[in-house]
């Protein structure tokens, strides 16, 4: 082969000289693309590798009383995690892991062989431990940083307050019934990272700007709820009870001061206890009211004119045949002719069934509506319950006697304590609520009348001769400071076994105290207690211990919205209704008062309340001076505090 002339290999010198040129001029202009030109795609593309979110569980709002204490809150952890393709030496990596998150190496060992991108190793591990493992660099081993839901009250409301699980999602209770409102201030959140995905410590961290997270308030006071358990423990030890319920409510607003029951659970430890220590008895289990229900039937036939406070009903002397069935007192010896009002402080079964039969089917049907029993409260909790309103064929001549003494229909406890609320406002069923309006200009009630209220007042009257009477079923009740009105019940449980149970009752006292003017309804309920089971001997000792301790902490709590903001309440005295003539009044100047207090004034004594708007009273019609009959229609509009001054 003949050799390559001078000119030949200057011309291929050249091709490969050029070849260079042009190599490194397209890599040149690619760094340029790269690394100056901008690049919206490119960017994106960093951003998403280098500002990338973690696996972290989300940060959630602290869960607060009606005075700002905490019950729920989250605080900082650390959790542990793998990219198993990034590790380098797995029996090195396991072992390492073996001394410092406990177990075996086998088992990290199973977890590095995963073939999944990304593997939970253990979840909030102490600070301790997470800074031990970050000081073993393991390559392929991270920290994450999360948020952990802490209850610092322990038990305090647990089934109120519910739980959540180890990614903060709610479970039960407020916690899930408000689970988007609770994570829904929670910031973005990440760190830089590295080329091999590690936290970046050298830069600025990527940290979306902190806003302010007050929380979500309930209209529980933490005080009155710890007192409450505590009686509902000492019941359980008095009467060995299977179970025991406590509610307190305010009359006028329906805001749920303390709900309780035992047995209970650790809402930060859910998963050491059984599943049926976690459910709410209180909203979501059925039981047969018993004779708490005949407070409703007789104030039904107040209200329709059927009967009178003083109207002689036939008790039979104890004993009543009806069909196939003989009906007996309960725990009396039995009566002939005795009032109405004797009729439920004694609490007759016979007396009620002639009252449910005077009533008829449809009446009682309607009167179980009418107050609430067959429909849910609406309650801010998630899983309520209810029974649905009977069919016509339910109603047999049997069915409607033993509905008349609060047996063979079924309510939730909630049900049957609200239902209670009108005999304490005045005559207004309110919806029972758990959460606090975080504007304090705004107080919303959902209220309706379903009494006069020359009923409520007689009904009143009635049961507070239950606590105070001769003969009062609800004697143990009673205070020596203020007077007390309410009810017994005490009903025979039914299993669809075996039917009714002989031994087995639920018993129950349900009242509202002072009863000249009523701050709270207390409702107190206990399953199965094994010595005693008259609910006048085990129940009422427990309302009059709730009612002695919890007075004293509402001084000046019934008239207003507490919250961590601070208390609004009237500097003057509150106006009062005034008489011009027998069944007249003069109307007083409510302006500037909130909404539960012109409920207190006016609604014990008329009918046709028209209530707009939220807040501060601004306009009121008639004007203050004004004659006003039972007859009379009060219109009432409120506004916020700061607009209070605009319109008028």
């Known amino acids: 082969m003949a050799p390559l002339g001078e000119k030949t290999i200057r011309v291929r010198a050249g091709f490969v000289y050029m070849g260079y040129i042009c190599f490194l001029s397209l890599v040149g202009a690619r760094l340029v693309q790269l690394q100056i030109a901008p690049n919206a795609a490119l960017r994106n593309l960093a951003e998403k590798q280098l500002h990338r979110t973690?696996?972290?569980?989300p940060y959630r709002l602290p869960i607060l009383d009606r005075n700002g204490e905490e019950l729920a809150i989250s605080v900082p952890a650390s959790s542990v995690f793998v990219r198993p393709r990034m590790v380098r030496n797995r029996k090195r990596t396991a072992r390492t892991l073996a001394s410092l998150l406990g177990g075996s190496a086998e088992k990290w060992m199973k977890k590095l062989k995963s073939d999944k991108p990304f593997v939970w190793l253990y979840r909030q591990v102490t600070p301790e431990t997470a800074k031990k493992v970050a000081q073993k660099n393991l390559p392929g081993v991270f920290i994450e940083a999360e948020?952990?839901?802490?209850?610092?009250?322990?038990e305090l409301a647990a089934h109120v307050l519910g739980f959540t699980d180890i990614d903060g999602n709610g479970i039960s209770g407020i916690e899930m019934r408000l689970n988007e409102d609770l994570l829904a201030a929670a910031p973005p959140?990440?760190?830089?990272?590295?080329?091999?995905?590690?936290?970046?410590?050298?830069?600025?961290?990527?940290?979306?700007?902190?806003?302010?997270?007050?929380?979500?308030?309930?209209?529980i006071d933490r005080r009155i709820q710890n007192l409450l358990e505590e009686e509902l423990e000492r019941s359980m030890e008095e009467t060995h009870a299977q179970a025991a319920l406590g509610i307190v409510l305010h009359p006028t607003t329906g805001e749920v001061l303390a709900m309780a029951q035992r047995p209970t659970f650790d809402p930060g430890f859910a998963n050491r206890f059984p599943v049926e220590a976690l459910a709410n008895r209180i909203t979501g289990h059925l039981l047969e009211p018993g004779s708490t229900l005949k407070v409703l039937f007789a104030a039904q036939a107040l209200e329709l004119g059927l009967l009178k406070k003083d109207s002689l009903i036939n008790c039979e002397g104890g004993k009543f045949r009806l069909a196939d069935k003989t009906f007996s007192e309960a725990h009396t010896q039995g009566f002939n002719s005795i009032s109405l009002e004797k009729v439920i402080r004694v609490s007759s079964n016979i007396g009620a069934i002639k009252v449910a039969q005077l009533l008829g089917s449809q009446g009682v049907a309607s009167t179980l509506d009418k107050f609430?029993?067959?429909?849910?409260?609406?309650?801010?909790?998630?899983?309520?319950?209810?029974?649905?309103?009977?069919?016509?064929?339910?109603?047999?001549?049997?069915?409607?006697?033993?509905?008349?003494f609060g047996q063979g229909i079924s309510a939730t406890p909630l049900q049957v304590v609200s239902s209670f609320l009108p005999f304490a406002n005045?005559?207004?069923?309110?919806?029972?609520?758990?959460?606090?309006?975080?504007?304090?200009?705004?107080?919303k009630v959902s209220l309706k009348r379903v009494l006069s209220p020359k009923t409520a007042a007689t009904m009143r009257d009635i049961l507070v001769g239950v606590t105070e009477e001769k003969g009062g079923t609800g004697l143990k009740a009673k205070l020596a400071s203020v007077r007390v009105a309410g009810k017994t019940g005490t009903a025979q449980k039914y299993e669809k076994e075996g039917g009714y149970q002989s031994g087995k009752y639920y018993s129950s006292f349900i009242g509202f105290l002072p009863a000249?003017?009523?701050?709270?309804?207390?409702?107190?309920?206990?399953?199965?207690?094994?010595?005693?089971?008259?609910?006048?001997?085990?129940?009422?000792?427990?309302?009059?211990?709730?009612?002695?301790?919890?007075?004293?902490?509402?001084?000046?709590l019934p008239g207003q919205t507490a919250t961590a903001f601070g208390n609004f309440a009237p500097s003057a005295p509150l106006p009062q209704l005034s008489h011009a003539t027998e069944g007249?009044?003069?109307?007083?100047?409510?302006?500037?008062?909130?909404?539960?207090?012109?409920?207190?004034?006016?609604g014990p004594h008329f009918d046709r309340i028209r209530l707009t708007g939220t807040?501060?009273?601004?306009?009121?019609?008639?004007?203050?001076?004004?004659?006003?009959?039972?007859?009379?229609?009060v219109r009432l509009e409120f506004r916020p505090a700061g607009g209070l001054n605009s319109g008028s």
Not at 54 to 57: F, P, S
Not at 587 to 601: F, T
Not at 626 to 632: D, G, I, N, V
């Open 516 to 556: 000249d003017r009523p701050e709270m309804v207390v409702g107190i309920m206990l399953d199965e207690p094994s010595k005693e089971f008259y609910a006048g001997e085990v129940a009422a000792p427990v309302f009059r211990r709730v009612g002695e301790r919890t007075l004293p902490l509402l001084k000046g």
């Open 147 to 154: 948020a952990r839901r802490v209850y610092p009250n322990g």
């Open 189 to 219: 959140k990440g760190l830089l990272r590295d080329g091999r995905g590690k936290p970046s410590y050298v830069g600025r961290q990527v940290l979306a700007e902190q806003t302010e997270r007050k929380g979500i308030y309930l209209t």
């Open 426 to 443: 005045g005559g207004y069923l309110v919806r029972p609520r758990l959460v606090l309006e975080r504007d304090l200009d705004t107080e």
């Open 615 to 633: 807040g501060y009273l601004a306009e009121q019609e008639p004007a203050a001076g004004a004659p006003l009959t039972p007859q009379s229609t």
């Open 54 to 57: 973690g696996k972290n569980a």
């Open 584 to 602: 007249e009044w003069l109307m007083p100047d409510l302006r500037g008062v909130s909404v539960r207090d012109a409920i207190r004034i006016l």
């Open 372 to 404: 609430g029993i067959t429909s849910r409260t609406g309650i801010d909790l998630p899983g309520e319950t209810t029974s649905a309103s009977k069919p016509d064929k339910f109603w047999t001549p049997i069915h409607l006697a033993t509905v008349g």
